[in-house]
């Protein structure tokens, strides 16, 4: 194998972002740390990306850098892989994809957030692809092959990352349709899936080892194909509830499809973005499937979630009783109690009551209340989905706790108030052995005095397709409404 020149300027350059992509995990992991962690990340980007076009571009070579954040970083690793391209090309790019991403970014909902995610995602996927097979078509360009033979190392590296980015990029589109509502988000069983994901699977892992030996085009290319379709076989039997899983998963398979390229590349930014990225994702979620009780392997192997009974089957036991009330009564209940704890869920963020819930707290406060906020692991559409839209409306991060360091508080609770959450307030997790759900960890809000339940009307049920016994419970009162509206009336009772 030839030796490829090192730029000792250009290792120092990206030792120093790969320093500030860690700093940038370390901030992000605590929302008081969160803009500062985003910051560092945005330095270790520019760094890395101004180092790569000073030191690759003009000599033809092919270093790059993609990225699973910004929609310019991906146009950069698509456009780069052009021998021919010149830094007015590179810059163009630079230019598009910053419009695109700014426009993005003014004025994306957040409830559209996890959609968006899972579009980038499919954008890193789709670029490992693409600089995949553009060193596949000319390896000499890229230092990886001699006299057109690609070394057997590269061969491996580009056979596992085009496939891990074909996964991606195909499961992230499916995800994509399922967020956004253009694919049902029930889980969609293909008879024998598990026989045909297997086998397709192993064909996959097949071929690469046989790429190892012919780098025949149709070897590569059935690789890719192959690939593709297991992403959509993955990720098909997958219902909404699990997507907090999948966005999860689908951002360590962006990572790892990064590094891989990497290596291709000889980019070390590359390497370390990917496998920082590859890395946090798996370990995110392995603690979101301890949160769910869903197997680890299981979410690799897609599907998880999709067996099992549903005890409610899919209906809500209207005929049971239960007990309605108003605004006033809302506000009377907690304007008198000592301790209230808020648990929100997805229907906060589509009915876009962040703020006024924020309202709520502060008039509930100047009442003498002591208010928390209750976050369920999996709440919403992805990680941190709750924390963001918190967050946005200035709540305190003080006043904002998880499952572990809050469940325990229920029982010496006055009020346990839930808006737009259901699965993850279900008792069925603890006691129903034929529920979907059961042994995900749940908060414990029927030991609280009160129960008030915000929901659109009692027909409805969560993800799961579980009724909830908290509804009908004797301590808990049905707030059917739309959740903004429902707290407006509420602060205008307090007030």
């Known amino acids: 194998m030839e030796h490829i020149a090192v730029n000792p300027w250009a290792s120092l350059a990206y030792l120093v972002a790969g320093v500030c992509f860690i700093l940038a995990l370390r901030g992000l992991s605590s929302p008081s740390t969160s803009q500062r962690g985003n910051r560092m990340g945005i330095i270790g980007m520019t760094i890395a990306v101004v180092t790569t076009l000073v030191t690759h571009v003009p000599q033809g070579d092919l270093g790059l850098l993609p990225s699973d954040i910004a929609v310019s970083s991906t146009v950069i690793a698509v456009s780069s892989t052009f021998n021919a391209l010149g830094m007015a090309e590179i810059a163009i790019a630079l230019a598009i994809g910053a419009v695109i991403g700014i426009g993005m970014a003014r004025t994306i909902k957040m409830t559209d957030m996890p959609q968006l995610v899972a579009a980038f995602h499919s ?240 008039k509930l406060k100047e009442h003498g209340v002591k208010v928390k906020f209750a976050i369920h692991p999996v709440a919403g559409r992805m990680p941190g989905h709750m924390n963001v839209l918190l967050a946005e409306a200035s709540v305190p991060y003080d006043d904002v706790f998880e499952l572990e360091d809050i469940n325990s508080e229920f029982a010496q609770t006055d009020v346990a108030f839930i808006i737009g959450a259901n699965d993850v307030v279900n008792p069925a997790a603890k006691t129903d052995k034929g529920s979907p759900i059961y042994g995900m960890p749940v908060f414990d809000v029927e030991k609280a005095k009160t129960v008030l339940f915000i929901k659109r009307s009692m027909g409805g049920v969560g993800y799961a397709g579980v009724d909830n016994d908290v509804f009908y419970m004797d301590n808990t009162m049905m707030l059917l409404a739309d959740a903004k509206k429902m707290v407006e009336d509420i602060v205008k009772a307090l007030d």
């Open 123 to 362: 954008l890193v996927g789709l670029a490992a692809v693409l600089v995949g097979a553009a060193a596949y078509l000319n390896p000499d360009a890229f230092g990886i092959a001699d006299a057109g033979e690609i070394f057997t190392q590269s061969r491996v590296e580009l056979g596992l990352g085009v496939a891990i980015g074909a996964i991606t990029f195909s499961g992230s589109v499916i995800a994509f349709l399922k967020l956004n509502g253009n694919m049902s988000g029930k889980p969609i069983i293909l008879p024998a899936r598990h026989i045909i994901n297997l086998g397709t699977l192993a064909a996959i892992l097949g071929l690469v080892a046989y790429f190892l030996t012919d780098q025949s085009p149709w070897v590569f290319f059935a690789i890719t194909a192959l690939s593709f379709a297991i992403g959509f076989l993955l990720i098909i039997p997958i219902g909404g509830a699990d997507m907090p899983v999948v966005v999860s998963m689908l951002n360590s398979y962006s990572g790892w499809a990064a590094a891989a390229m990497g290596f291709t590349l000889h980019n070390t930014a590359m390497i370390i973005t990917g496998a920082l990225v590859g890395s946090s994702g798996a370990i995110l979620s392995y603690i979101m499937c301890k949160a769910m009780n869903r197997s680890f392997i299981s979410v690799i192997a897609g599907g998880f979630g999709a067996d099992g009974g549903s005890s409610g089957g899919g209906e809500a036991k209207e005929q049971r009783p239960w007990k309605r009330g108003s605004a006033e009564d809302a506000a009377f209940l907690m304007g008198q109690a000592e301790q209230v704890i808020i648990v929100p869920g997805y229907g906060m963020a589509v009915a876009q009551a962040q703020h006024v819930l924020r309202e709520m707290t502060d």
